[in-house]
């Protein structure tokens, strides 16, 4: 997995999450590749060159995971700044979160039109990346993430910790998995994926169940699935089958997050009504002598702030 990992690693932060990953993994295996010179010792209290050699490889490689760490923690900081950005904007933040391999990449593109690499290889996605779904006037923000197996080693849960925390802090999860799978196979699969969801402190967040690559499908397995899925949508990314249902079951839960709105906005604060058009949906205006009485549907932040710059001005 390792090998693999850092086979696919592009970005910065990337690297150092698969390097941090590789020097944890060889750090407990050290003292096996040295035993062969720890009996060359010169006598009784002394050590052999095997033994020395030990110390001298776990110093460099304790150093060298401590830049690693300070170096993923200021790349951190930058992350959490946006995600505090995104998180004041109101809007819906969805993770895409499954099995390696599920087709997620590719699901992401097909809804957002990004050009993410989504080639048929495990593990194609180390990087999250997050970008934005527009339907029917709503905006949602998506993020892909790494491939869950099973039994995901601790080594990568903490070296991936920022990538994994757009799951942990996302208000809903799109569990992404292969329909075209074997039964038996495809429900292991999709129970690693909670197992893994619960263990990094997602287990709490919201779920859709998204099967992808449908098309692989013929139309009774497709109903057959469906039927055995009821809560679940069946898509195919590469053909856009199913993806406009998904898209209204995104918007659904988009607009149970907004706060209904109703105001008269004066003249004199042009700067509300423009917030109010950029940030609300389904907005009616009815224009009067003092000002506009507005109605729309707005995130809770953004109602919250207009409503307390109304009152200030009073």
């Not at 009815?286 to 000002?291: H, L, Q």
């Amino acid at each position: 997995i390792l090998d693999i990992f850092a086979l696919h690693a592009t970005s910065a932060e990337g690297k150092l999450q698969v390097e941090l990953a590789q020097l944890q993994y060889h750090y407990s295996r050290l003292a096996c590749l040295w035993q062969h010179l720890e009996r060359l010792g010169g006598g009784g209290g002394t050590r052999g060159p095997g033994e020395s050699q030990l110390v001298v490889d776990r110093r460099m490689i304790r150093d060298r995971i401590a830049v690693l760490r300070r170096r993923l923690t200021a790349v951190g900081r930058s992350r959490d700044l946006r995600r505090r950005n995104r998180e004041r904007s109101g809007l819906l933040r969805v993770a895409l979160a499954g099995y390696t391999n599920a087709g997620k990449s590719l699901l992401m593109n097909a809804l957002t039109g990004a050009d993410a690499s989504a080639r048929n290889r495990l593990f194609e996605t180390l990087d999250s990346r997050t970008r934005t779904l527009e339907h029917a006037g709503h905006e949602i923000l998506l993020s892909d993430t790494v491939g869950f197996i099973r039994d995901l080693p601790h080594q990568l849960v903490e070296a991936f910790a920022s990538t994994l925390d757009e799951v942990v802090d996302a208000d809903l999860i799109l569990h992404v998995a292969d329909a075209s799978e074997p039964q038996a196979r495809g429900a292991a699969r999709r129970a690693a994926v909670v197992q893994t969801l619960s263990e990094i402190g997602a287990g709490a967040v919201p779920q859709i169940l998204v099967l992808n690559k449908s098309d692989l499908l013929d139309p009774t397995e497709r109903e057959n699935l469906r039927a055995s899925e009821p809560g679940a949508v069946v898509v195919s990314a590469r053909t856009g089958a199913g993806l406009d249902e998904l898209r209204r079951r995104l918007v659904a839960v988009a607009r149970e997050r907004l706060v209904t709105f109703d105001a008269m906005i004066p003249w004199s604060r042009g700067d509300l009504l423009a917030a109010i058009h950029e940030d609300g949906v389904e907005i009616t205006r009815d224009d009067e002598t003092d000002g506009a009485r507005v109605r729309a549907l707005l995130p809770r932040p953004v109602a919250g702030r207009i409503r307390a710059e109304l009152n200030g001005g009073a």
